[in-house]
């Protein structure tokens, strides 16, 4: 009778084991693929058909996913997932699945999703070719409408934007190599793994599987979306070789040119760009540095040591129409990103790169952060760090802001009398200063770096900008990199970022200089 009995028990257990849910796929089995996968020699993607790599923009553009075949449409989760067409920039197909209660279940590719321009294109297509990544949607805006936020396409790229913004600048999941006259490395996303969301969840989870010629890695993404979206990102790191410059978190945007540059020939938008700064904290010392882009004539790269970094960022301090005036691109949508470590990421420098560009369809800046150390080949190495896309305050810096920089000819009226000088006019707002009178004794302190010299700086209240303005003329040695610091103080203590500016010798604010 026990004999009996425990036969009874065990097959209803057997039953419940088998019926219930499958093992829950986690971080720790990407992990495991990323350190198997490393071990074994890099072998590059097989890339789509060279028809559909030769897809021109627009016609690329044209082939559309049908938003009524979104994954998880008809569901309880507020998330939906649309897939990404491969083809034209998009050159490679990736791997998609879902996890759900059952288990793990592959995206395969089913190209009846997409709506194609002409049948002759859509005979071509392989029934095999499969997805170029994701897009997620989620009610932002109202319960019934379904808003594209974030999007996971092309090497490591994603891109997001908070409620009401339109897609910008872009992060990636790591950046080898950059701006190096070896040529940079661009890893990609292999394969993705979509946790779809309980009902009601205002969150969800993407794991990846990162893979290039030097690493893999294994990334977990924990997503927020909102009045600005925030992705919480964990990661493991494998070296299959050295790397001379490792970019932790970089983040990928486009600067034409904008109120310190010469509008381009024939341009009649006042400004075009994704962003128009870097802000970095530094949370040892306190200091928060602006830095504003360029679009050099030669490539251009900042260094900016750190001792315990609070955290970087591309932002758009540019929210006004009128400051573009572009009713297509609404530059003045774009969002700002901003990157703020997990745990402390040690010594290092935030690295800015600026490539000369004569067009607004190329991104032409990245900055990410770059560790002291060294890496080697066989070592591993976690991070863990948020990034947020959202309004240029997504930083949260308590000091006044650099939201305004002019560049001119120090040797022209309303420059100054000095051949070979430059002015900087810079407009500061908010902070500190938003509650100080007109008469307050704010003071300017400015540096240059190397032989330059500072003729002249001041600060000044501006009654019709109902803000406080810095004015410097500088001259830099003959032939050499003009690099300026700057701040407003009151009392001994800066009251304002660090502004801070390098321009190079061959500008276009005097004639000839480009020469």
């Known amino acids: 009778m026990k004999f009996g009995n425990f036969r009874i028990f065990f097959s209803t257990f057997a039953l419940l084991v088998l019926s219930g849910p ?13 350190e198997t996968l490393a071990k074994s020699e890099y072998r590059a993607p097989k890339p789509a058909p060279e028809f559909l790599r030769k897809l021109s923009y627009d016609d690329y553009q044209s082939i559309r996913f049908r938003p009524e075949a979104s994954l998880w449409r008809g569901g309880d989760t507020r998330f939906h997932v649309m897939m990404l067409p491969t083809g034209s920039f998009y050159r490679y197909p990736v791997k998609l699945h879902q996890i759900d209660r059952e288990g793990v279940h592959a995206l395969n590719f089913d190209k009846s999703l997409f709506d194609y321009p002409n049948p002759e294109l859509e005979k071509r297509v392989p029934a095999d070719l499969g997805y170029a990544g994701f897009k997620l949607t989620y009610p932002l805006s109202r319960p019934n409408v379904r808003n594209q936020f974030l999007v996971f396409g092309g090497a490591s790229y994603f891109r997001g934007v908070g409620a009401g913004q339109r897609f910008g600048l872009s992060a990636r999941g790591i950046a080898v190599d950059t701006g190096l ?11 993705f793994w979509l946790e779809r969301p309980k009902g009601g969840s205002d969150v969800m989870v993407v794991y ?15 997503v927020h979306p909102g009045k600005a979206l925030t992705m919480d990102v964990r990661a493991r790191l494998f070296f299959r070789s050295r790397v001379t410059q490792l970019g932790l978190a970089p983040l990928t945007s486009m600067f034409f040119y904008g109120e310190n540059s010469i509008r381009p020939l024939g341009q009649w938008r006042p400004e075009v760009h994704d962003s128009d700064g870097l802000l970095i904290h530094d949370k040892e010392t306190g200091e928060w540095l602006w830095r504003p882009l360029l679009n050099p004539s030669e490539l251009q790269m900042g260094f900016h040591q750190v001792k315990g970094l609070g955290g970087f960022g591309l932002l758009q301090r540019d929210p006004e129409f009128a400051r573009f005036e572009d009713t297509e691109a609404r530059y003045d949508l774009r969002p700002s990103a901003w990157v703020k470590p997990g745990e402390d990421w040690g010594s290092g420098e935030v690295v800015l790169v600026e490539i000369p560009s004569e067009s607004e369809i190329n991104d032409n800046i990245v900055a990410f952060w770059k560790p002291r150390q060294e890496v080697s080949a066989g070592e591993t190495r976690d991070m863990s760090y948020s990034v947020a896309f959202g309004g240029p305050d997504v930083p949260a810096s308590p000091m006044a802001r650099a939201v305004r920089t002019f560049v001119g000819d120090g ?15 810079v407009d500061f707002e908010g902070g500190p200063l ?25 600060a000044e209240y501006v009654d019709a ?26 009392d001994g203590k800066p009251v304002s970022e660090t502004w801070t500016y390098q321009l190079g010798p061959k500008n276009d604010l005097r004639k000839n200089n480009r020469q």
């Open 208 to 222: 990846g599987l990162l893979d290039g010629p030097s690493l893999t890695g294994a990334y977990r993404f924990e």
């Open 22 to 34: 499958v093992s829950a796929f986690g971080f720790g089995d990407v992990v495991e693929r990323a």
């Open 465 to 490: 900008r109902h803000g406080w303005r810095l004015s410097v003329l500088a001259k830099p040695a003959e032939g050499k990199t003009l690099e300026l610091r700057a701040s407003l103080n009151l």
């Open 181 to 191: 006259s070896s040529g940079e490395e661009f890893p990609i996303f292999r394969e």
């Open 434 to 458: 938003a509650k100080m009178k007109p008469d307050a004794a704010v003071v300017s302190e400015v540096s240059a770096s190397g032989d330059a010299e500072v003729l002249e700086h001041f």
């Open 411 to 425: 040797a022209q009226p309303g420059g100054g009398d000095a051949d070979g000088a430059y002015r900087f006019v």
